[in-house]
Nanobody, 129 residues
Framework: QVQLVESGGGLVQAGDSLKLSCAAS????????MGWFRQTPGKERDFVAA????????AVADSVKGRFAISRDNAKNTVYLQMSSLTPEDAAVYYC??????????????????????WGQGTQVTVSS
């Protein structure tokens, strides 16, 4: 089992940047692919970005393409979400999650929420206009 703790959320103004971090503990971090999802009240938890266990493959949602980037540091057991040009539509609780790639494939990537086995508690991002 792996424990995930997000940090870095807060209140920013539209156009600002923010970097979220997710620290993992409990198992070998490099065995897991990682992702970020976000959720607003009354709505589904939506995919934002994902990165393979090796870090060599990444994907982001169309809604954040060109503004958000995901990265990881396996030596620090941490995954990051760099967010720029934030808009009020980006305001949400952001969740970090981990998945186990089939066959331990280092480049495997998934955007499906159901594939993610472990979740953090979330960090709130608020964007004022």
């Amino acid at each position: 089992q792996v424990q995930l703790v997000e940090s870095g959320g807060g209140l920013v103004q539209a156009g600002d940047s923010l970097k979220l971090s997710c620290a993992a503990s409990g198992r070998t971090f490099s065995n897991y692919g990682m992702g970020w999802f976000r959720q607003t009240p009354g709505k589904e938890r939506d995919f934002v970005a994902a990165i393979s266990r090796s870090g060599g493959t990444t994907a982001v949602a169309d809604s954040v393409k060109g503004r958000f980037a995901i990265s990881r540091d396996n030596a620090k057991n941490t995954v990051y979400l760099q967010m720029s040009s934030l808009t009020p539509e980006d305001a949400a609780v952001y969740y970090c999650a981990a998945y186990i790639p089939p066959g331990a494939l280092s480049s495997y990537l998934t955007k499906r929420k159901s594939d993610y086995r472990y979740w953090g508690q979330g960090t709130q991002v608020t964007v004022s206009s």
